[in-house]
């Protein structure tokens, strides 16, 4: 983010309410901070009116922590301190991008066993990755062919089956001296679509992280526009890390990076932050997105319902992969699943890596939505 001491004279307050609002845990993107003074610029301001219009628009709080965002206008450009609505410290969501970790490791004992416990608790903890075989040289060789493709903008040269390149063909006809050669063609290139994995590391996804971490890490060295993030209580991009091609070397620069291993869930409000950036969202729009997780939401469940709703909005496939979906007697039946059933593409099993490699390597063949599966199941 740009320093405020580099900034006109007149700007710095704007500059010091988006920061304002960063310090309190609203997810705010350096580039949403140039488009809220830039608004303010394009609309005189004649009042503080426009101000306030320009930040909402901009700034993008979510719908409901728009109180508290008013709160916080008010106490920094009128004065009002008693408006401040301080948000409690397990509301906030972290978001990290590929970031430096602490030198300090914390040697945290799980003995829980995975899946029993899922609570709304920060607990912060490091990971350390154990060798293993590679199951997933395969699955790494084939996974750009079978991704879902695209029709790109971008065109390339074809003898057959194309479009007259108009060009090329008038330059032909110009150093033939007139003659006209046989048609030159293009067409519109096939790219394969992004793949975008979102990783729960929470406490009762314990017994799966590993497994899922390996995974992304053959994604990513396989397919060109792989990303992927973790999310447990804070919300953090690993793509970077994941992109050293010595597996060991990956998993242990991705440990380090990522805080809250093995603590709590607030699948919701990390998934909104996510939504909440920009870049992120972007990295969302036109994707094959397969998350990670039991979707065990504590609480009201309305933030996940709305998160899930704008990413399969943006999303070619979405696709929800619970270690859950192992047990034959397992059914989407908690309030969380219901709720977000109909908006997804796929629900099934994330016991095994053998079951996840060959659901995404299938995501390019159609398959009935995972409300119309799971009803005749039940």
Not at 5 to 19: E, I, K, M, N, Q
Not at 36 to 48: E, I
Not at 125 to 134: A, L, N, V
Not at 215 to 235: M, N, S
């Amino acid at each position: 983010m740009m320093r405020a001491t580099s900034l006109p004279h007149a700007a710095v307050p704007l500059f010091g309410f988006a920061r304002l609002l960063r310090r309190h845990g609203f997810a705010i993107a350096p580039e949403q901070v140039s488009g809220f003074m830039q608004a303010v610029t394009l609309l005189g301001p004649r009042s503080m009116a426009d101000i306030r219009e320009a930040a909402l628009a901009t700034l993008a709080p979510p719908p409901d922590r728009r109180d508290e965002f008013e709160a916080h206008f008010q106490s920094h450009f009128y004065g009002n301190a008693s408006a401040v609505v301080e948000a409690g410290a397990d509301e906030e969501t972290r978001i990290k991008d590929d970031g430096g970790a602490d030198d300090e490791r914390i040697e945290a004992e799980q003995r829980q066993e995975g899946g029993e416990l899922s609570s709304a608790l920060e607990q912060l903890s490091m990971r350390d990755f154990q060798r293993d075989d590679d199951r997933l040289a395969a699955f790494r060789r084939r996974l750009s062919a079978a991704l879902p493709a695209r029709r790109s903008f971008r065109t390339v040269r074809t003898h057959s089956r194309g479009k007259l390149d108009l060009r090329r063909s008038l330059r032909e006809i110009v150093s033939a001296d007139g003659d006209v050669p046989s048609p030159l063609l293009r067409r519109r290139q096939t790219v394969p679509r992004k793949l975008l994995l979102l990783i729960d590391v929470s406490g009762s996804m314990k017994l799966h992280t590993a497994d899922y971490l390996k995974l992304a890490h053959a994604a990513v060295q396989g397919a060109d526009r792989a990303e992927i993030f973790t999310f447990g209580t804070r919300l953090t991009r690993i793509t970077a890390a994941l992109r050293i091609r010595d597996r060991d070397q990956a998993l242990a620069r991705a440990a380090a990076q990522v805080d809250d291993w093995d603590g709590g869930t607030r699948m919701g409000p990390t998934l909104l932050a996510f939504l909440s950036v920009p870049r992120f969202s972007s990295f969302a729009r036109g994707a094959a997105i397969v998350i990670l997780s039991d979707a065990l939401e504590r609480g009201d469940h309305a933030e996940l319902e709305t998160a899930m709703r704008r990413l399969s909005a943006r999303a070619f496939r979405l696709s929800l992969a619970t270690p859950l979906a192992g047990d034959p007697r397992f059914r989407p039946e908690t309030a969380a699943l219901r709720a977000i059933l109909p908006v997804l593409d796929d629900l099934v099993d994330g016991s095994s890596l053998a079951g996840l490699t060959g659901f995404i390597l299938s995501l390019a063949r159609p398959a009935p939505a995972a409300e119309t599966i799971w009803k005749r199941v039940s």
